[in-house]
């Protein structure tokens, strides 16, 4: 059942209307029921392992958190939380590294849907449990809940169990409330306007592109690389705001994944805004525990490439995801060398003061945001082409035979989508940029900015987002992206 | 209580366009409807009540079938009552419904006359996009026939690209339906087109051409088939079948079996393993049900007489019509 189904569509509202009627103590038995029935619809034949992963790690909080002598707790920590994973490694890594060993053969296992997800969340309660961050649950079925809250489970945001348990135990919020119904209907209606209006459209300009790629000139290439570099936002985001919206209105409040992310002016701040859940996830139980920043440069260096090698093969287990965590962790080294470089510069040269002064400062930013965006553009390459060859196709592509005519010669109207529908996502990604600008000024989400923006304006948007929508609803026929990670 | 009542009210006011739209799409088909919308929505209304057939109180005589049926037989000449309930894409699946509403509107006919394409007996490949998509059933019966599809192993129902939901999106009329239609039709542009249609084939009791070629050469789709399929399809349209003649059966009603003409072309391609396949089947049938006419033999036209691969034009339309209506509806005009 994928949030953009009708199966959802009709769903959903069951979920609530029945939440909303029983009585505040069992409304955590109906969404687990309800949890198990979506995740049932989506992948019944392999449910097992989210029961498993639930389990080992419900006994393993309780167990951890009853030791005593610290250096017991740690291996038992480390040999809990690597059981915990092992049906993730085994199932999506096998392959993988038959593949690396040499071997021609291909074990044929089914991958759980969500598995990176769940397997990721009940691991860190292992690991709060171990460092008395989170108290362990006592009841199952709440703490079943947590791993198998169904706005989260297929794609995230990968939620605390520090921070989402403690609310099982609230009632207030958990009653029908205009206010919190409204903003969970604002950041779904936000949501689905980034699946279905955008990123829907530009799948079909990108499966066009990148399914023939080696017929396209560099321009068009190029074209497609930065659809996608959109369409993977818009898809992941949208799916983010969707289950951020659902959990609302269920009375949940969840962690934002997504805040502007090619509002950046540098890698690392990118890696701040995009997949907040899970690269904070990296951070504080990958690359601390690994020593952070904490054991010199060169560690640090060290830690940060280890942590994006984990996070692409996190992506997929393929050499372009590896290359694809690889740039990225590249990137953050070099930053960070660049950094204290910098700071060498602006006390020697008074660099900084020059960059520091009005108009100098404001194209300083604008090529930094510019420049940030497009690195991040030509890294999805491994990331788009899924394999090797093809990544290196794609990127050479680009400056073979590069035509800056094709883009004015009517060759865009020619990838599927046409002038009508061009023109659409032209304007549904004028939307988004005007609306992550105003976000990232006033600093806050899009309910929120909607809630301060004046009746006529939310008016206006608002049905210019159902309009939108309610035209884009037959192209949607694609999964999420960061369904099939 | 007042905060949840404007609550309600901003809820029903945003989602005021999509709740427009899905009234149109309900409430307006021959707006977007393609083509083949006009003959489907005629059966309809005939077999529900809707719609008066015509003709007298006296003998009554009913074709079911599919686009073969309605093009090949023109009721007007048989000089009788009779009423052409033939669709385009159907099997007996979609006319087991058709017949058995007609029973509960009118009461028995007299004779029923059932000819389908004889790949129809083996493919229901129009399921959702005509049966479905046009609302032919009730949502109950979509239903029923949905999970007999899956029981049975039905290629087409049990397509992996739909699901039960597609038939709730269909019969809700939601946007996702029938969003390229009615952009397609930019919403309204097919009103005068489809009822037009719907006029023509009105008035001639559910007959319609398919194919207006002065004559046709091309091979149908029996040509290519070297064995009959007998499994996943064909299972539920045996079923319903079987269903079509339990009903005469319970009726009294006098039923014919017949055959539609295939083109020199074609006919000259057939696989004789197919054919004998073919004619078991209906022979099979006749033995189960021997109360009814059984034609075991395809007939073989001319080219001349075919608007295209499948379908007689308006020539060939009115000499099977004439040859067929004197052989089983004898009527002093012919005679």
Known sequence: MLFNSLQFMLFFPIVILVAFAIPNRFKYIWLLICNYIFYLSQDNAVALFLVIATVISWLSGKWLYRITESKKRQILTIALAILNLTPLIILKYSNFFLNIAGSDKRLDMILPAGISFFAFQSTTYIIDCYRKESKPENNLFKYALFVSFFPTILSGPIERSKSFLPQIDIYDNKGFDPDRVKRGLMNMLWGYFLKFVIADRLFILTDNVFSSYKDHNGAIILIGVLAFTIRIYCDFAGYSYVAIGCARILGYDIMDNFRQPYLSRSIAEFWGRWHISLSSWFRDYLYIPLGGNRKGKVRKCINLMLVFIVSGLWHGADLSFLLWGLLHGFYQVIASVSKDLKKGLTKEGGVRKVLDKGPVKKLWQLLSYVFTFLLVAFTWIPFLAGNIKDSGGIFLGIFKNFSPLSLIDGSVFKLGLGVKNLLIVVFAVFILFITDLCCERKKCRIDRLLDNTRPLIRWVFYYTLILLILFSLNLSTTEFLYQSF | ?335
Request: aromatic share 16%; with cysteine; hydrophobic share 35%.
């Open chain 2, 1 to 335: 209580m007042k905060k949840k009542l404007l609550f309600f009210a901003k809820l029903f006011a945003a989602f005021l366009p999509a709740i427009l739209l899905i009234a149109f799409t309900a409430l307006c088909p021959m707006c977007y409807q393609d083509g083949e919308y006009p003959a489907w929505s005629y059966t309809r209304d005939v077999q529900r009540g809707k719609l008066d057939p015509g003709g007298d109180n006296g003998e009554r005589i009913v074709i079911l079938g599919d686009s073969a049926a309605m093009a090949d037989l023109v009721p007007k000449l048989s000089g009788r009552n009779v009423v052409n309930l033939a669709v385009g894409g159907a099997t007996p699946v979609e006319m087991y419904y058709t017949f058995k509403d007609y029973l509960e509107v009118y009461g028995k006919p007299d004779k029923v006359i059932i000819m389908f394409s004889p790949f129809h007996y083996s493919y229901m490949d129009n399921f959702w996009t005509r049966s479905i998509y046009f609302k032919h059933f009730s949502i109950t019966e979509a239903f029923k026939v949905y999970y007999q599809g899956k029981k049975t192993g039905s290629d087409t129902i049990d397509d992996g690209k739909h699901n039960i939901t597609d038939v709730i999106s269909c019969y809700w009329s939601l946007p996702q339906s029938y969003l390229p239609a009615l952009l397609n039709s930019r919403f309204n542009n097919r009103y005068s087109e489809n009822i037009g249609k719907y006029r023509e084939i009105s008035s001639q009791k559910g007959h319609g051409l398919f194919g207006r070629m002065d004559g046709c050469d091309y091979l149908n789709y029996e040509s290519g088939y070297s064995s009959m399929k007998m499994d996943g399809d064909h299972k539920i349209i045996d079923l319903y079948m079987r269903k079509i003649l339990e009903l005469c059966r319970e009726n009294s009603v006098n039923t014919v079996l017949g055959q539609c003409p295939m083109n020199e072309s074609s006919y000259s391609e057939l696989n004789p393993d197919y054919v004998s396949q073919y004619t078991e089947y209906i022979k099979e049938l006749s033995k189960i049900y021997p109360e009814g006419i059984y034609e075991l033999e395809i007939p073989k036209y001319d080219n001349m007489y075919f608007g295209d691969a499948s379908h007689l034009n308006e020539k060939g339309a009115e000499k099977f019509s004439r040859e067929f209506f004197a052989k089983y509806i004898p009527d002093p005009v012919f005679e």
